[in-house]
């Protein structure tokens, strides 16, 4: 499979997967190592950002305790609501209408956000049956 045909595939997680639901309001897919993989237009996520919320993700304590001070992602920033270690972080926005789910799989991260309209709870549950389906599939 070439770049290009392995990159449409991805787009296509991000596009019909994520943001056709109406669930989510923006995402994207980095490999752990903070490559982009797919993105929705506008987003962006620091590569430095991808790693150091992967190190989170798995636990290490050091990187965890980082959270407390807030979830960067790309240039906006949000309050550490949750984490579940090797799954998600959660953060909100100070409204808590907005916010960001951080979902981690074998070989990726995942990350989507909601807005006015999108109950959390929905946007996490799009998120974490795409994560699934990329954990059978060893991604």
Known sequence: MTNVSKRKQWQA???D???RTGQVQSAAIYGLDGKEWATSSGFQVKPE???KLAACIV???A???DLYN???VGDESYVFYKCIPDKYIHGRKSTKEEGIFIMKTRKAMLFGTYGRGIQYENCCSVLEKLADYLKE???
């Open 49 to 51: 950002q991808v790693t």
């Open 13 to 15: 997680y991000v596009d």
């Open 59 to 61: 636990g290490d304590s």
């Open 70 to 72: 807030g979830v960067q």
């Open 17 to 19: 997967a994520l943001l």
């Open 63 to 65: 990187e965890s305790s």
């Open 137 to 139: 599939k060893n991604l």
